[in-house]
């Protein structure tokens, strides 16, 4: 029974991992108002996932009524004034991007129900009131964590970017190599080799 409950947790943050970075990616769109839809549905989501991992039923009127009711009014609030927008990181209100809070605020949302799914309750007995204030602190804690994500990503997107420059100069390299094999041999001459040499360095 433990060890069944300990794989629903991780399965359950598995599923808030993965919807957090989702609604990250919907953090960098321009538009704060289109930001706040695109990442109400990616929650929205999220807790047809958990509801269906805790076997409990979803209902989806009253599943966007929870998002709204939870996050709706302090995320509008958020879009509406992150107004100064930076190419390639997004809006930015208070040194924070939005991504970042729209991260968070899924954290939050996703920890809400399962605090609340653990306990047994359902989509309709949802008490809004009692878990506002977990979610508030969820969704301090939930920053931390989109701001570990987005340091993550970037070290992976910056690795790849490392890996393919290094492919990149090793097959250089390897044409060199055939290319000084070709003119030893006479097949080409120096002046083809350094003709072919420079368009092979300047590609």
């Given at each position: ?8 947790e ?19 769109i ?18 047809r ?37 930076i190419?390639g ?14 991260g ?15 306990t ?10 009692r ?28 690795q790849?970017k ?10 250089v ?8 094999e070709l003119k ?7 002046e ?12």
């Amino acid at each position: 029974m433990t060890d069944d409950k300990n794989f629903r947790e991780d399965h359950a943050q598995s599923i808030i991992r993965n919807h957090m970075i989702w609604s990250m990616g919907a953090g960098f769109i321009p538009v704060p108002i289109a930001d706040f839809f695109a990442v109400s549905a990616i929650q929205l989501d999220m807790i047809r996932q958990l509801c269906k991992l805790y076997e409990v039923d979803f209902k989806e009127r009253q599943g966007k009524a929870l998002v709204t009711s939870l996050t709706g009014s302090g995320l509008a609030r958020l879009g509406a004034r992150a107004v100064k927008f930076i190419p390639g990181v997004g809006s930015v209100l208070g040194g924070i991007t939005m991504a970042v809070l729209s991260g968070a605020s899924s954290f939050a949302l996703g920890q809400v129900f399962i605090k609340h799914f653990e306990t047994g309750g359902t989509i309709l007995d949802f008490d809004v009131d009692r878990l506002k204030k977990y979610y508030n602190e969820m969704f301090e804690k939930g920053k931390e964590v989109a701001q570990d994500l987005q340091r993550q990503q970037q070290g992976n997107r910056e690795q790849k970017k490392h890996e393919k420059e290094e492919a990149l100069a090793a097959d250089v390299v390897e044409k060199l190599k055939s290319l000084a094999e070709l003119k030893s041999q006479g097949v080409i001459t120096e002046e083809e080799f350094q003709k072919m040499k420079e368009r092979l360095i300047n590609a």
